[in-house]
């Protein structure tokens, strides 16, 4: 039957049985919230679902899982009933090295276009025992200004307990962000919780009881490799968030809670839950099932590969990823007055000085981790962030802060706009010198948008360093309110091929639009 960008949800969940994992539909609806058994007789399959990313306007990556060895193809069409021009991209072994994971490379792809996949995976021993397919869509990116551009970016999954949630049909945000119908999300890191159990139920306010669906790896922090893999196999038992990620591309970057809360390199632990003190080798671990479990194929080349990137959507667009975790000095009262560490590290920040100097792109969104104005404490001295509270000039990773905004403002860079997750709050925060302690920048605004599925929290007090206004913010009057108390919230940027205005909308699950400002193009500062 045809699979249609907005039949995706019905068609390949219907059509394919394979994208619903086996009991899984049923799990979602019955009173005992457990992760679905899984059967290994007759054909290979890939209940995991399918993604897409490293999308470019000839190129792009597909990812999926199988639950046995098997060989992985993917066959493309730019027909959504796969009856012409259907061609056939050879992928890899799937094998427990890589968790029966694996992504393949589509390459020959015409721009600007909807293309149409479907993955099929062979037994080894046989070719014939095939898989039935798994289909998926995505658009390669323009080479021209005819089209604009639509992206929603959040971040923060199954946090603080929250989990799949049986009774409220489990990530249910993601099914109305698919409807927004995006070219790519933007996953602004903790795209997993590897330091958060899950547990069966948890007690809300009001009486009534959070049922999560539970598995071995969730029940306690992650420490080896295969419990770091089962975080992001807990995340992918949702029906709706592989619909999700069967239609729209991911752009995914990391944060702490990929490995463990405020993490920073060379730290060792003294939490009693865990055996495996050194960070270092957590993270390790998160870093390889993170590339396993993302279209992120540098990351598969070796323990050089890097999270940060810039990934270029056409003309309108360039999107530079940071990493504000894997070089990051350590959390402290953050007052030093010399900090050529800071939180990006020497080398990423000459990386993102030399990218945007290059970029020809009418719109650079820097992808942050974390906030910058926002003060993030990590305990009773230290901070987690890049503020910590001085309103005075830069100190300690202000500094490399002020060093970047001071590159933009001298070397007349125009379009830059920074987004970010992390606090689990909303907020619309504009940064201008004539209300900063340090004024070498040129005004800016930071756009603030998750938990998509974690627990809210109150939102932080700003420093005023860099001049900071709060526009705008939504948050949780209580401290880790559940999505059923607290709606998850996500961020949507569309950019108008006509006029090349930037618009930014803030959106809450099952609200609409709560804030929203459009931005022109051509300007240093907005």
Not at 110 to 136: C, W
Request: charged content about 25%; overall charge neutral; hydrophobic content about 40%.
């Amino acid at each position: 039957m045809p699979h249609t960008r907005r039949s995706l949800f019905r068609g390949s969940l219907a059509a394919s049985a394979v994208l619903a994992l086996p009991g899984a539909p049923a799990a979602l609806a019955a009173p005992a919230p457990v992760a679905p058994a899984f059967a290994r007789s007759g054909r290979p399959s890939a209940p995991w679902g399918v993604q897409s990313g490293e999308i470019t306007p000839f190129s792009a990556t597909v990812w999926t899982r199988s639950d046995r060895p098997a060989w992985m193809y993917v066959e493309t069409s730019p027909s959504e009933s796969f009856r012409y021009a259907v061609r056939r991209h050879p992928g890899p072994y799937l094998g427990p090295a890589t968790d029966f994971t694996g992504t393949a490379a589509l390459h020959g792809l015409p721009p600007g276009r909807q293309i149409h996949y479907r993955v099929l995976l062979a037994d080894p021993d046989d070719p014939r025992r095939s898989s039935e397919p798994v289909y998926g869509t995505f658009r390669t990116t323009p080479v021209t200004r005819r089209s604009g551009v639509r992206f929603l970016w959040s971040g923060d999954l199954a946090g603080q307990g929250w989990g799949i949630n049986p009774d409220r049909g489990g990530f249910r945000v993601f099914d109305e962000m698919r409807r927004c119908d995006p070219d790519f999300f933007l996953f602004s890191g903790d795209t997993v919780y590897a330091d958060g159990p899950i547990q069966a139920a948890v007690p809300l306010r009001d009486g009534t009881v959070w049922r999560n669906i539970t598995t071995e790896e969730k029940s306690k922090v992650a420490e080896t490799l295969d419990e770091f893999r089962g975080n992001f196999r807990y995340n992918l038992l949702d029906r709706q968030l592989r619909a999700f990620n069967a239609q729209v591309p991911v752009i995914a970057q990391w944060d702490d809670h990929e490995v463990r809360n405020n993490w920073y390199p060379g730290q060792l632990l003294s939490d009693p839950r865990y055996t495996v003190k050194e960070v270092d080798l957590l993270a390790a671990r998160a870093r390889r099932a993170f590339s396993e479990y993302f279209p992120v194929t540098g990351l598969r080349e070796g323990s050089e590969g890097r999270m940060y990137r810039v990934v270029h959507h056409g003309p309108l667009l360039d999107v530079f990823v940071l990493d504000m975790r894997t070089y990051r000095n350590a959390n402290s009262p953050g007052r030093q007055t010399e900090d050529p560490v800071g939180i990006l590290g020497t080398e990423q920040l000459a990386w993102i000085k030399r990218e945007l100097a290059r970029s020809r792109a009418t719109w650079k969104v820097i992808a942050a981790d974390m906030p910058l104005g926002i003060v993030v404490p990590d305990g009773a001295t230290d901070f987690e962030a890049v503020a910590q509270g001085d309103p005075g000039a830069p100190l300690g990773r202000e500094l490399q802060l002020a060093e970047l905004l001071r590159f933009i403002r001298h070397r007349r860079i125009t379009g830059t706009l920074w987004l970010t997750a992390d606090v689990h709050y909303t907020a619309a925060n504009h940064y201008a010198p004539e209300r900063a302690a340090f004024t070498d920048f040129e005004p800016f605004w930071e756009f603030v948008s998750g938990p998509v599925g974690a627990g809210g929290f109150p939102h932080g007090r700003l420093d005023a360093t860099f001049g900071p206004r709060q526009e705008f913010v939504r948050s949780a009057p209580f401290a880790n309110m559940s999505p059923a108390e607290h709606p998850p919230y996500y961020g949507e940027v569309d950019i108008d091929a006509d006029s090349g205005e930037l618009t930014v909308r803030l959106r809450a699950e099952g609200e609409g639009v709560l804030f929203s400002r459009t931005l022109r193009p051509g300007q240093v500062g907005q």
